[in-house]
């Protein structure tokens, strides 16, 4: 794995504001996947619309990539470190949302309710 040397920047030393939208936008790919049971998702689904910005998220060490193994049709995989960093950045994503009255929690998931007879 290669180590990216991350400098925040001079005027604004909270790297939380300096990273917040690659951080945001894994963070919606990150509830995505947990929507769906999974754990890494492919490169082109990872949208953010400046590449330095998205190198520099996928960087953060919050996920790791898979090189494609196969010729025909080659897509790099990248697989989030460990579960909780996906829910974490998911939880962030929400948290982000709900404050901006952006996000509807209930409208995005299924719950199962048992009725005991």
């Known amino acids: 794995m290669i180590k990216k040397k991350l400098k925040a920047n001079e005027e604004d030393m909270s790297l939380t504001k300096q990273f917040e939208r690659g951080i945001l936008a894994l963070g919606e790919l990150a509830w995505k996947c947990l929507l769906n049971s999974r754990r890494s998702f492919r490169e082109d689904e990872f949208k953010l619309e400046r590449s ?57 998931v299924q719950l199962e309710i048992e009725i005991e007879s």
Not at 56 to 72: D, H, N, P, T
Request: glycine letters at 6%; zero cysteines; hydrophobic letters at 40%.
């Open 52 to 108: 330095d910005e998205k190198s520099i998220a996928l960087g953060l060490g919050f996920v790791y990539k898979e090189e494609s193994l196969q010729r025909s049709e080659p897509h790099d995989v990248f697989t989030f470190v460990h579960k909780t960093f996906q829910e974490y950045l998911a939880a962030s994503y929400i948290a982000h949302n709900l404050r901006e009255s952006a996000f509807y929690v209930l409208g995005q």
